[in-house]
């Protein structure tokens, strides 16, 4: 039998679900309530968290600033593999979930909790990356999804329980779809993005303008690498965090980084998906420029036949993974020479890579010119084109044979 729950940590944002579910978690369990806020980048989201938090009933509130280690430690990873779900989405939210748990789990070790909880559906992938998350950082925490539990079907019933429990109720105008944001991306769907016919309204976008009324001049931008890992923009050394956020200033105001996409959630069922990530398509593209001249090329074709399958792993909740674990070693191994300096142009929602320069380049002009060179000799190249198509002329003097 499981053991009795003495107290909760909530995965807690402040808004009508996981106060709903603070004052339930209170009332059902009849224990101590630790509400657990990631400052991943949020904004003016976090305002007034911790008195709304002690309002709702909390016990304790923990607020953490994880911003540069959410860059550092969970971006930059992902960044260093360049992966991608889908071909298309930079796992945004993905990323942020295993860090919010790991905070998680250690909060209820520092205040004696035995037991988590997350305001995820039980529709949606959130709550399969939550739970992989604490299973694998200790599995004998006991684990409270509500929305699998309570009797309440959607958010009129929300509504009204809150109403009865003096719960607070946003007095802001309801959004005809759900976000959630981070220092990386911020997501849209449901609501209006459920007609996969209809164009997302412009007055949703929160991060970027329009590429039709970005500037008219493009922008130039050099960001700088050090083992994969961005470290410095127009030669100005930056933290993780800055950086990111201030690639998702200049990548916003050129109208980068806009994603509309139908995906396949790991629980089975296709969702609409509309994103922005400004900052994240800059320095994606940027890196896989600086791989062009620094990585070998057996290695980064081998690395990239892996990528789907580390972007499948994130998407689906197995960061704290021996799997994930393995291809991170792997990626990170061959980045130990991508190093060195790429420039960007950015223009009207695209974003050109212009320039590369490494002192570990691999790229030789002597090796590569058309010109006349003595470094290469081309009756070379005879011998190695006989010995790769001898294998298809025995294939086509069988054929003819038959």
């Excluded at 220092?183 to 209006?192: K, R, V, W």
């Excluded at 990170?332 to 420039?343: I, L």
């Amino acid at each position: 039998m499981a053991e009795k729950i003495n107290k909760i940590v909530l995965a807690y944002s402040g808004g009508l679900d996981t106060s709903v579910i603070l004052k339930w978690l209170k009332e059902t369990y009849q224990c101590p309530v630790v509400a657990y806020a990631a400052d991943l980048g949020q904004g003016e989201e976090l305002e007034g968290i911790r008195e709304k938090a002690f309002t709702t009933g909390a016990d304790e509130v923990v607020i953490d600033d994880l911003k540069d280690v959410f860059a550092k430690d969970f971006v930059w990873p992902a960044l260093r593999a360049n992966a991608v779900y889908e071909t298309t989405y930079l796992l945004g939210t993905s990323l942020a979930r295993p860090l919010i748990s790991k905070r998680q789990v250690e909060v209820a070790h520092e205040t004696g909790a035995n037991a988590v909880s997350h305001g995820a559906t039980g529709k949606g992938n959130d709550q399969v990356r939550f739970e992989l998350a604490y299973m694998s950082l200790d599995p004998s925490l006991q684990i409270i999804a509500p929305w699998r539990i309570w009797d309440f079907k959607g958010r009129e019933d929300l509504m009204a329980y809150a109403r009865s429990k003096g719960i607070p109720i946003p007095v802001s105008k309801e959004k005809p779809y759900s976000s959630d944001r981070n220092l990386l991306h911020i997501s849209f769907e449901g609501g209006i993005l459920e007609d996969t016919w209809a164009e997302a309204p412009e007055d949703m976008f929160v991060l970027s303008v329009s590429p039709e009324v970005a500037p008219d001049e493009p922008t130039y931008v050099e960001i700088s690498y050090e083992n994969g890992n961005p470290v410095a923009v127009n030669g100005k050394e930056m933290p993780p965090a800055l950086l990111l956020a201030h690639m998702n200033e200049l990548g916003g105001k050129n109208g980068i980084g806009r994603v509309d996409m139908v995906e396949n959630r790991y629980v089975g069922m296709k969702s609409r998906g509309v994103y922005e990530t400004p900052g994240g398509t800059i320095l994606r593209t940027a890196h896989i420029g600086m791989e062009s001249i620094t990585l070998d090329r057996e290695a980064m074709h081998l690395r990239d036949t892996l990528v789907t399958r580390y972007a499948e792993m994130v998407y689906n909740g197995y960061w704290f993974s021996p799997e994930r674990d393995m291809l991170q070693a792997l990626v990170d191994e061959g980045q130990k020479n991508v190093n060195g300096v790429v420039r960007l142009k950015l223009y009207k929602g695209n974003c050109t890579v212009v320039g590369r320069r490494s002192d570990r380049s691999l790229y030789h002009a002597d090796f590569a010119t058309f010109e006349g060179d003595e470094v290469y000799n081309q009756k070379d190249a005879e011998g190695f084109i006989r010995l790769n198509g001898l294998r298809l002329k025995i294939r086509s003097l069988l054929e003819k044979q038959d």
